[in-house]
């Protein structure tokens, strides 16, 4: 039975982790916009097999939700940060970079909320619990038809020079400036490819209507790429490896151990872990949705964002698989993994992460252009 129940929740991750690697190509092909409608398909239907799984006593219907929840959690960690930072003004990127942080956290409360024992938490009512998320996927998605799509997608990928400049237009307001509209039409022909450029990309005279997609393999293998690809995977799968999974949904004795021998000491783990939290939501929570949008063009994006994504995943199955049995062998000191991975992750942004803030992507990819060899900070 033990091993059953850890098959339901680790189908959860798998799914994760295939969702993950599939973002590049769904990013590319459907677009940034139909990517998250996919994501959000994928969730309603998750949610009607969490809804009768119990009426119908299947378990086959309770691990095809968790999979299909699963694949949508990791193709929206992997297109949903990317669409909302290409959307964004330069002076706002970072600020629209923080909803996906904050959605996760929101969605973890509502979810604590619903699974008490006064609301759906019961024997009787767990299936509700978990399907109570399709109410706010349906209402979050009305005004869907009303989204834009990324210019950016459009003028570099698929080389639609007019819609680009329509949706441009439309996120920017109906009084933007035509000088405005010149200059990120500009700023997005320097993220075209060489091979672009060859063929005037986004001239508006180019009959060429191939997109210039990069796969996750010419991404690994192009060594120009591999400093931020490290940056986007050490932050991303550094994020769970500091252990805030741990913190929220692992049992407080570990935290807490030894409190009934100091008095103090209760009160202190307590300020520690309101500490840990605050500054995690600072950092490490909301910078690695959409850091790789930072340190990668349009082309070689989707892809960078599909690895970041699977690195989450990857050391998010980590952290489940091992952290129990390490805290029944190391009481509170399980904790210490956690913290020299901050301490090592620390110190690698601070020789090698650049400034990105009010920078434009063509100011920042030659920073970090030349591998380990790499001095972003020198000015």
């Known amino acids: 039975m033990e091993t059953f129940w850890s098959a339901v929740v680790s189908i959860f991750l798998v799914g994760g982790v295939i969702g993950s690697l599939g973002g590049a190509w769904v990013a590319d092909r459907l677009g940034r916009k139909r990517s998250f409608l996919l994501c959000g398909f994928l969730l309603f239907i998750g949610g009607v097999c969490f809804q009768f799984c119990q009426t119908l006593s299947s ?37 629209l970079g923080v909803f996906c942080s904050m959605g996760v956290t929101g969605g973890v409360v509502v979810g604590q909320i619903i699974s ?18 399709v109410i706010l996927v349906v209402i ?17 990928i698929r080389r639609r020079q007019d819609e680009a400049v329509n949706e441009l237009k439309r996120v920017a307001g109906k009084k933007v400036r035509d000088e405005y509209v010149r200059e990120q039409i500009d700023a997005m022909r320097r993220e075209c490819t060489p091979e672009n450029d060859e063929e005037s990309c986004g001239d508006g005279q180019s009959t060429v209507q ?27 799968g550094g994020q769970q490896l500091s252990g805030i999974n741990a913190v929220w949904q692992e049992d407080a004795s570990a935290i807490l151990y030894g409190s009934d021998d100091v008095e ?21 929570g909301p910078i690695p949705y959409f850091i790789g ?7 070689p994006r989707p892809a960078a964002m599909a690895m970041g994504s699977l690195a989450s995943w990857g050391c998010n199955f980590i952290v489940a698989m091992l952290f129990t049995t390490l805290q029944s062998a190391w009481g509170a000191f399980v904790f210490l993994p956690f913290a020299f991975t901050c301490v090592a992750l620390t110190v690698l942004l601070r020789i090698y992460l650049p400034e990105t803030r009010g920078k434009h992507i063509s100011q920042i990819v030659p920073l970090v252009a030349k591998g380990f060899s790499s001095k972003p900070l020198v000015p």
């Open 264 to 284: 103090w000491f209760s009160y202190a783990s307590i300020v520690a872990i309101l500490l840990y939290i605050l500054f995690y939501q600072i950092g490490l």
């Open 293 to 299: 949008s930072e340190l990668f063009e349009v082309g």
């Open 59 to 95: 378990v086959e219907l309770l691990m095809a939700g968790r999979f299909l929840v699963g694949l949508a959690a990791g193709l929206t960690t992997s297109t949903v940060p990317m669409y909302l930072t290409e959307l964004a003004p330069l002076g706002l990127r970072g600020a």
């Open 210 to 236: 191939k997109p210039k997609e990069r796969t996750i393999w010419s991404v690994l293998t192009d060594r120009t790429l591999l400093l931020p690809l490290v940056l986007v995977c050490a932050l991303q």
């Open 140 to 156: 979050f998605f009305v005004p869907y038809p009303w989204l834009p799509e990324s210019p950016k997608y459009l003028f570099v």
């Open 116 to 133: 008490l024992e006064e609301i759906f938490g019961t024997e009787e009512h767990w299936q509700f619990a978990l399907s109570f998320y």
